[in-house]
Nanobody, 127 residues
Framework: QVQLVESGGGLVQVGGSLRLSCAAS????????MAWFRQTPGKEREFVAT????????NYADAVKGRFIISRDNAKNTLYLQMNSLKPEDTAVYYC????????????????????WGQGTQVTVSS
């Protein structure tokens, strides 16, 4: 079992920055990949960014590329999302996710790849 707890959300003005954290507890040696997704009311959860827990390779959604940075601290078992140049359309509940099982052929951007999810943290960008 992997428990994920997000923090760092809040209210920020357009153009501002926030850093989200996701603390993973127990058996983190089983994690293969972690990611951030976001969701707004009435819409499906969408992929934001992902990082290989082993290699550190990152990938981003086009909507956040160049503005957001995903990183991890293996020693602290913590995932981060640095969000810069925030826009109103970035407003959403942000979720972190962890993959432990092998799922060959499943894209890193698919919610079906991930086995564990955090409870979410609200990010609101005001204009």
């Amino acid at each position: 079992q992997v428990q994920l707890v997000e923090s760092g959300g809040g209210l920020v003005q357009v153009g501002g920055s926030l850093r989200l954290s996701c603390a993973a507890s127990t058996r983190t040696s089983s994690i293969r990949r972690m990611a951030w997704f976001r969701q707004t009311p009435g819409k499906e959860r969408e992929f934001v960014a992902t990082i290989s827990w082993i290699t550190g390779t990152t990938n981003y959604a086009d909507a956040v590329k160049g503005r957001f940075i995903i990183s991890r601290d293996n020693a602290k078992n913590t995932l981060y999302l640095q969000m810069n140049s925030l826009k109103p359309e970035d407003t959403a509940v942000y979720y972190c996710a962890a993959q432990t099982a092998v799922r060959i052929g499943t894209m890193y951007s698919s919610i079906n790849l991930y086995d564990y999810w955090g409870q979410g943290t609200q990010v609101t960008v005001s204009s």
